[in-house]
C-alpha cells in the first residue's frame, strides 16, 4: 500500500517548507521507490509558485500540491494521512500538529533549539517515543532518512500512531471540557476567587 505524508500550514520559510522539498528530493533519489508513497502539501503562502515551480522542476510526481481547503477537507486529509509532517520552525505545537494528535497519526516534528530554547518545552510535554523529532541542524537529511526507514518499514508507523491515539487521550481536551474549564474559570474570576 502506498503510504500518505501529510503537511498542513502556510508555505513559508519558517513553516519549513523548502526543506520539507529538498527532503522528498533526496528520498526519491535514495529510495527510487516513488510509487509507493505520495506528500499532499495543503496551503498557500508567499512560496506557492516556487515550490510548485520546484516540484515540477525536480519531476516530484508523488508530490501533490493542494492549495487552499475547506475545513471538513482539511479533516479528510488528516484522516486519509499515514504521517503527519510539520518542520515549524517557531515551534512544533501548532494548530495543525494538535489536529494530528486529534486524529492519532505518526507525525514528524522539529526537535528542540538548544539556542532559541525553542521546543524545550514540547519537548517535556510529548513524550519521546510518541513522535518522530528531527536534528533542526540537520533538517533534510535527517527528515529524510526518517522517511525512508517509515517506507522500509512501515509497520512503525503503525506503532507510533497508536503511541499517539494513547497519548493524545490524556493530553488533549475536547472542545465541551475545554469551554465548561473556561467558563468556569470566567465565573471564578467575576466572583473574585
Not at 68 to 81: G, H, Q, R
Not at 150 to 163: A, D, G
Not at 164 to 181: G, H, Q, T, V
Not at 184 to 190: F, I, K, P
Amino acid at each position: 500500500e502506498k503510504i500518505n505524508f501529510l503537511f498542513v500550514g502556510s508555505l513559508t520559510q519558517t513553516k519549513g517548507i523548502p526543506e520539507l522539498i529538498n527532503a522528498f528530493d533526496l528520498v526519491n533519489k535514495k529510495c527510487g521507490k516513488p510509487w509507493r508513497y505520495q506528500l499532499m502539501i495543503v496551503g498557500k503562502g508567499a512560496l506557492y509558485s516556487k515550490i510548485s515551480s520546484e516540484i515540477k522542476g525536480k519531476g516530484l510526481d508523488n508530490i501533490q500540491l493542494v492549495g487552499t481547503a475547506s475545513l471538513d477537507e482539511v479533516k479528510s486529509y488528516y484522516e486519509s494521512a499515514d504521517v503527519y509532517i510539520s518542520l515549524n520552525k517557531l515551534g512544533s505545537l501548532s494548530n495543525t500538529v494538535l489536529e494530528a494528535m486529534a486524529a492519532g497519526r505518526c507525525i514528524i516534528v522539529l526537535g528542540k533549539d538548544e539556542l532559541t530554547h525553542t521546543d524545550e518545552t514540547t519537548e517535556r510535554l510529548v513524550p519521546e517515543d510518541a513522535v518522530i523529532r528531527i536534528n533542526r541542524n540537520k533538517t533534510v537529511n535527517d527528515l529524510a532518512e526518517n522517511i525512508i526507514d517509515l517506507i522500509e518499514n512501515p509497520e512503525k508507523i503503525t506503532v507510533y500512531s497508536e503511541r499517539m491515539r494513547a497519548f493524545e487521550k490524556e493530553f488533549l481536551w475536547s472542545w465541551d471540557e475545554r469551554i465548561s474549564y473556561e467558563m468556569e474559570l470566567l465565573e471564578r474570576v467575576a466572583k473574585g476567587k
